[in-house]
């Protein structure tokens, strides 16, 4: 029982480059959404999902993309990397008012 | 908008003592409220969580209770232990809408034997 998968666990970018955070989930959650960690702020909502082929914005989205094809994949897209990205990623699904969190992505910009 | 207001950290406790971090919220409505709990490298864990006022959470020795007439969700431990050492979120979830979680800043609890 997998849960929640995130890839990869670390990350060194170079400002301006681009990637991809993967988000994988087998509890056919149809809520998903990505959150971010910085010190002394706790979790911040960038992006969320509803359901396949809907998304919404959350509290700090500038600077992601997120598409949602699948129930099972939430990806998250860094356009354009900069520095004030370096975080942890957290993806999380939710399911009858009980999240369940990935393990996290930790994020470095240089 | 919604808010979680907790207590800052570091918390350092000798084994064996009494824990509180204190948490309080605003929120509109009836939100239910969480503890997480985040190990060192690890992703985030429910450790308790209410839904309606005067509900006792509880898990692990941990307790909350939902006190919505001071919108408190104080979290409580007799005796901590080492392997309690761990970073504690406070969180909401409103009952209105898409229903995200919203975090408090962290509490980081050191328990040393």
């Known amino acids: 029982n997998a849960g929640v998968t995130q890839t990869p666990k670390f990350q060194v970018l170079k400002t301006g480059q681009s990637m991809t955070l993967q988000c994988a989930q087998d509890?056919?959650?149809?809520?998903m959404s990505w959150y971010r960690q910085d010190p002394g702020m706790g979790l911040r909502l960038i992006h969320y999902?509803?359901?396949?082929?809907?998304?919404d914005q959350g509290e700090v989205p500038n600077g992601y993309n997120v598409s949602r094809s699948t129930t099972e994949d939430f990806p998250l897209r860094l356009l354009s990397a900069a520095p004030s990205q370096t975080s942890v990623y957290f993806c999380?699904?939710?399911?009858?008012?009980?999240?369940?969190f990935g393990s996290g992505t930790r994020l470095t910009v240089v | 908008g919604d808010s979680v207001t907790q207590m800052e950290g570091p918390v350092t406790l000798s084994e064996e003592a009494f824990l509180t971090i204190n948490c309080t919220y605003t929120?509109?409505?009836?939100?239910?409220l969480f503890w997480y709990v985040q190990y060192p490298g690890e992703g985030l864990q429910l450790l308790l969580k209410?839904?309606?006022?005067?509900d006792k959470g509880s898990n692990k020795g941990f307790e909350a209770t939902y006190r919505k007439e001071t919108t408190s969700f104080h979290l409580e431990k007799g005796s901590v232990q080492v392997s309690d050492s761990a970073v504690y979120f406070c969180?909401?979830?409103?009952?209105?809408?898409?229903?995200?979680?919203?975090f408090g800043t962290g509490t980081r609890l050191l328990v040393s034997p």
């Open positions: 929120a509109t409505g009836y939100p239910s």
């Open positions: 209410a839904t309606k006022a005067d």
């Open positions: 509890m056919n959650h149809e809520y």
């Open positions: 999380a699904t939710s399911e009858g008012g009980g999240y369940t």
């Open positions: 999902s509803v359901g396949a082929g809907i998304t």
């Open positions: 969180a909401l979830k409103g009952d209105q809408g898409f229903q995200k979680l919203v």
